[in-house]
């Protein structure tokens, strides 16, 4: 029985291999082809796991293979039986011992980098900030350095840090951009902040994580990452062209639906904010650093 | 008749679903070819006196199999559905809404109304058996509990047809669960439901609790318990300390709900994040109580069928212990991505890789029990060898997961979901399947038959890495879990149809295993010897299945393996002591109030999911009454006579 | 009711409080103390509760003006009273 | 049944019941110095509520001790050690929880 699992094993490996790589190209595998800093971070951690953990899973499941093989039942099987045999000192200080170093040491990859997530990536350029706001069921992106709104897409520079400030005027979601970087919680009378940055230019799909209900399957966003000097010249079209935002246009964001992309010259005055402290949010004081220049 | 129920008939009754017409007309049909068979053959009174109102450990035991059993099937009829729905982009079998429903069902019903149950099942049959115990400490208590969750998960399952089904995810997080999102009576369902059923699993948690710490035959230290009962008792700890948070947060989401609170509300200085908490503090240590128990089946089972003592017999119960506290400090994992800070998310995350290490231990120890032993592969074994590699990949993927700025590309990902689908199929499932083929000829007194036995594992182990490997690949793409559609161009559709052909695999196997179970009531190898698989503890001792009182004769315990130890002082021929004479045994009364108690409960509920509060008040009412008469209630036990005894042991052919 | 060991308890027990000297009653005072110590989880997580929604009152009172401290300090010390009034009947 | 009037006859002859009528001493001196202390205003708020605190453990020790007879038990007190865990997993929920909505992380400089 233990041969033939394997074969079997093997087998369906095969042939999974076989349509996985006949069905999808390797950089659809968005986690593993970052094109920022903190995705690259993200990545490295993965593998560094990876490998970690496969010091003792692949001898564990080879050992039993083994093992199973060598001491079944069988009428001739002279391997040795020892059927009293069940305690080691030393046997078990190793099993003790070497799952213990594995997670020391993934232990302090995992501390620095958690704490390293929460600062900038890189301190040379000046962080963009974006206002980003999760609705029912689309996406609300604000730029208080620019003045301009969009829904469902955002564009930002290239190489530059940008700091997305994250709330939610409808069930929690959760903001997940996987080329750049991992996600975090929108939610309601919260403000959090999450920093992001692509080195590559390119069109980075982004998307909720987290369940909000009906349409949550559609709420999808794209993430453009353009240079400097076409960001400022975007911006500066969304501001001549687009329609603004208006109270009442806001009212309907809000309201359940699906939307199309949209872009917004301007928006109300201290929205976001608004949004945040709707309902006495913002729970405790202290976070209300985070507003920074724009102080309500 | 109550205002309410003018405005509720038209919403009463779920309608406009072919799938739900078809449950509609399967449920009238089974229930009445139910009352046809049993009026037919007048097995009323038996049905009441023989079942509803036992307190017998064993029978509670079986019940709970079989509750744990047809929810399976309907948890993963619901599995299949999701898996046909995403078997290929843009497909239009399942909208949105019954799409959200039915994942809804489908996580609450496996967790809470399969998993569960099927652990309360393995205790109920093996720990008494094992300790040498006639019954469970309180017995009552236990059919309470029993009828709890049976009428808990009743609840549950009626909003399928009445109602409507909750559609907020099993993890049911406010606002989305809060009334002005989620109107209906869909949310109450879950909310009661899960109430009136974790009531009953406190009482067994302490329950269990008692009987082993109390309730041990003479002799049988602590140290010389059976692993099974180690991983019982390290269960029933965490169920102690980790229900009563659910009850909290379940009442506060309800209080909302039905009494205009804002504990959770978006609005008005409500605070959904710390649902979350409260529900991650329980659901955490939930993981734990369901897989421990499997831990103890895969010790017993790996010992049995090793013909070996379990290798490292302390570390065994060090690690179950330290699994069972360490994982009551693990619970943000959950949500790092809610952005607690560095601070948290480093303590939570280094707390996580921790409990890793006990749970490798064991793996190594099992692996050790079996060399240099002799390895018999029946199907309890293999399911426990198919639990090894499963449970060492659904590990390695947990550690992964457990690196909190990692965690940021994984969670809500598919990722996530074929993780722990791995350790809470690949541990519990196998586990309880492991354990019900080994216990079943204690329980009925034959055997299940192992080549379909064999046949339905194939299926369903094959099916669960061809369903589940793809989805860690389809989560590094970027595909979340709970989308109901995904469009083409991705790269998800081929990893999805393959997952499907696996969840289909499965569904094979689990068809075989009940196709194992009705061929083998008829045709299984009977089990005269009452130790079929030359077992090593006390419960092989009896006869299959065992006489209500268990014990004739309390055995006297000198050693760990206490059976086996007999069995060779037997062999070696050394002179076995003299038999106590007989005494007179006192046992526990049957009761049909647990049962009275318990329909009164589902009608209260019933009545809190629809604002019906006449129905609840009556429900109510008649609680207290039963709980009264509980208290006033001195005819509970009686003796059983040593002619009866005598009688009893010789038909067994036991002197 | 429990199924009783034998006579486990004749001697050893003659020190230990009268509440302790059957099998029913150790069982079903050890299985008290478990069940106060879920009931500890429990409103340990209502405390907790309580700390973090403290001060979301959306504008609602305060403890300041929901609390009657006379009120509360006649009833706990009516139930502190209540731990003793059995005690002339036991003299 | 024999052995029930006799352990009672035991315990009439033991005297009067100190142990409770020393608990109850100190349970009500617990509570009203926890009174005094809130409305003389007698300290700042954290020192108060720490001091609360105290007060308040030493209260359900009073009650566990002395009217509850917690460490009466045949057999091992199992159930100390399960109290004993118990605290410790309260400190974790409450300070936890605290900790954990404070989120004292993503959203400072």
Same mark, same amino acid.
């Given at each position: ?97 070497? $799952?213990? @170093?594995?997670? *020391?040491?993934? #232990?302090? /990859?995992?501390? +620095?980098?958690?704490?390293?997530? &929460? ?81 590559? $230019?390119? @069109?980075?799909? *982004?998307?909720? #994580?987290? /369940?909000?209900? +009906?349409?949550?399957?559609?709420? &999808? ?76 | ?655 | ?91 | ?109």
């Amino acid at each position: 029985m233990p041969n033939r699992s394997g074969r079997w094993l093997r087998w369906i490996g095969w042939l999974g291999g076989c349509l996985v790589v006949t069905g999808c190209s390797p950089e659809q595998i968005v986690v593993f082809h970052p094109a920022g800093p903190v995705a690259a971070t993200e990545e490295r951690l993965i593998w560094t796991s990876i490998a970690l953990v496969s010091v003792v899973v692949v001898p564990v499941i080879a050992l039993m293979f083994y093992i199973v093989a060598r001491y079944r039942d069988r009428p001739n099987n002279n391997a040795p039986y020892r059927p009293k045999w069940s305690e080691s000192k030393t046997l078990e200080i190793i099993w003790w011992g070497i $799952p213990i @170093v594995i997670i *020391g040491i993934l #232990a302090t /990859f995992t501390v +620095r980098d958690t704490f390293a997530l &929460t600062r900038p990536p890189e301190k040379v350029s000046s962080p963009l900030t974006v206002q980003v706001t999760s609705l029912d069921w689309k996406w609300l992106f604000q730029y208080p350095d620019h003045g301009v709104a969009t829904v469902n897409y955002c564009e930002i520079p290239v190489g530059r840090p940008v700091q997305f400030i994250l709330t939610s005027n409808a069930p929690m979601n959760s903001f997940w951009v996987p080329q750049l970087g991992g996600q975090e919680y929108t939610m309601p009378g919260m403000a959090m902040r999450l920093w992001l940055q692509a080195d590559k $230019p390119g @069109v980075y799909t *982004g998307r909720g #994580a987290n /369940f909000s209900g +009906r349409g949550y399957a559609h709420m &999808t966003f794209r993430v453009v990452a353009v240079s400097d000097d076409e960001f400022n010249r975007w911006a500066a079209k969304v501001k001549q062209t687009a329609p603004p935002l208006t109270e009442d246009g806001y009212r309907k964001l809000v309201a359940q639906g699906i939307s199309p992309e949209l872009s917004f010259s301007s928006y109300p005055k201290g929205l976001f904010e608004d949004t945040i402290m709707m309902e006495g949010g913002m729970y405790m004081k202290h976070d209300m650093s985070i507003l920074g220049h724009e102080k309500t | 008749m109550p205002v309410g129920v003018q405005n509720y008939t038209t919403h009463f009754f779920v309608t406009g679903d072919p799938l739900i017409y078809g449950v509609d007309v399967s449920i009238i049909l089974v229930s009445l070819a139910i009352v046809y068979v049993l009026t037919r053959y007048r097995k009323w009174g038996w049905l009441w006196r023989e079942w509803l109102t036992t307190v017998d450990h064993k029978r509670i035991g079986i019940m709970y199999l079989i509750a744990a059993l047809l929810m399976l099937f309907r948890g993963g009829v619901d599995g299949l559905l999701m898996r046909t729905q995403l078997a290929w982009p843009n497909m239009h079998f399942l909208e949105a809404e019954h799409y959200n429903q039915i994942f809804t069902t489908h996580g609450t019903i496996m967790i809470l109304f399969m998993a569960m149950p099927f652990i309360f099942a393995m205790f109920n049959i093996a720990v008494p058996l094992q300790i040498g115990a006639r019954d469970v400490a309180f017995p009552y208590l236990n059919a309470i509990s029993f009828w709890l969750f049976f009428f808990g998960a009743l609840l549950f399952n009626h909003s399928f047809v009445i109602g409507g089904s909750p559609d907020a995810g099993w993890t049911s997080y406010p606002p989305l669960a809060d009334l002005p999102f989620n109107p209906g009576p869909g949310e109450n369902y879950y909310l009661l439901g899960l109430q009136i059923s974790g009531i009953g699993s406190i009482a067994t948690g302490i329950n269990f609790f008692v009987t082993i710490l109390k309730m041990r035959a003479p002799g049988m230290t602590l140290m010389r318990m059976p692993l099974f009962c180690w991983s019982v008792l390290a269960a029933c700890i965490i169920i102690i300390f980790a229900f009563p948070v659910l009850t909290v947060a379940l009442a506060l989401l309800l209080i909302d709900r039905i009494a205009g609170a804002h504990f959770f509300t978006m609005f008005d200085g409500g605070n959904p994040m710390m649902f979350v908490n409260m529900f991650w503090i329980w659901g955490h240590p939930e993981v734990y109580i369901v897989v421990l128990p499997a831990f103890g089946i895969f010790s017993e089972v790996v010992a049995t069928f090793s013909r070996k003592r379990i290798f490292g017999y302390s570390s065994m119960v060090a690690s179950m212990l330290a699994i069972a506290v360490i994982s009551y400090f693990t619970w943000v994992h959950h949500f790092f991505t809610m952005g607690a800070g560095p601070g948290v998310n480093s303590f939570f995350a280094v707390a996580t890789m921790i409990i890793a290490i006990p749970t490798g231990v064991k793996v190594f120890n099992w692996l050790m029990t079996m060399f240099q032993g002799r390895i018999r592969i029946t199907t309890p074994m293999l399911w426990t060898l198919g639990f090894i590699p499963n449970f060492a990949i659904g590990g390695a993927t947990g550690v992964m997961l457990s690196v909190a700025p990692a965690d940021y590309q994984y969670h809500n990902s598919y990722f996530l979901i074929a993780h722990f689908h791995q350790v809470l199929i690949g541990g519990t499932v196998y586990g309880m399947l492991a354990g019900m083929y080994y216990w079943w000829p204690k329980m009925f007194g034959f055997k299940l038959d192992e080549r379909l036995g064999k046949w339905a594992f194939w299926f369903f182990n094959i099916g669960f890495y061809v369903c589940f490997l793809p989805q860690y690949l389809v989560g590094f793409m970027g595909m979340t879990r709970r989308v109901y559609i995904y469009p083409p161009g991705l790269g998800w559709e081929i990893p999805n149809l393959i997952s499907t052909i696996g969840a289909y695999l499965m569904g094979v196997g689990f068809i075989l295993i009940v196709a194992d179970v009705v061929y083998s009531i008829r045709y299984g190898e009977r089990d005269l010897t009452g130790d079929p698989w030359d077992g090593r503890t006390l419960e092989w001792s009896l006869s299959s299945p065992p006489p209500h009182y268990n014990f004739a004769r309390i055995p006297r315990v000198d050693s760990r393996d206490a059976w086996w130890e007999m069995k060779q002082r037997r062999q070696r021929g050394e002179p076995m002591e003299e038999p106590e004479p007989l005494r007179p045994i006192h046992m526990p009364k049957n009761s049909g109030v647990p049962f009275i108690l318990c329909v009164a409960f589902f009608v209260a509920g019933f009545g809190f999911v629809f604002n019906w509060y006449v129905f609840s008040v009556i429900g109510l009412l008649t609680v207290a009454i039963c709980l009264f008469h509980r208290s006033f209630d001195y005819d509970t036990d009686y003796y059983i006579p040593v002619e009866e005894l005598e009688h009893h042991e010789a038909a067994l052919g036991r002197t | 009711m429990e199924a009783v060991h034998g006579d486990l308890h004749t001697a050893a027990v003659r020190d230990v409080p009268l509440e302790h000297t059957t099998e029913d009653g150790q069982l079903r005072i050890f299985g008290f103390w478990i069940f106060i110590v879920s009931d500890l989880i429990l409103f340990s997580t209502l405390f907790a509760t309580f700390a973090v929604l403290r001060t979301h009152v959306a504008g609602g009172p305060g403890p300041a003006q929901l609390f009657d401290v006379g009120a509360f300090t006649a009833e706990t010390l009516i139930l502190l009273i209540f731990t003793v009034v059995y005690l002339p009947g036991v003299m | 049944m024999a052995h029930t009037s006799e352990g009672a006859a035991r315990h009439a002859a033991s005297g009067p019941p100190w142990m409770h009528i020393i608990g109850f001493v100190l349970s009500i001196v617990l509570t009203l110095a926890a009174l005094w202390l809130v409305l003389g205003h007698a300290m700042r708020p954290a020192p108060l509520f720490f001091t609360i605190m105290v007060l308040a453990v030493l209260q359900i020790a009073v009650q566990l001790f002395f009217f509850m007879h917690i460490t009466e038990s045949y057999g091992p007190a199992w159930h100390v050690w399960m109290l004993a865990l118990g605290v410790v997993l309260v400190v974790a929920i409450v300070a936890g929880s605290i900790w954990i909505m404070t989120f004292g992380g993503d959203v400072a400089y």
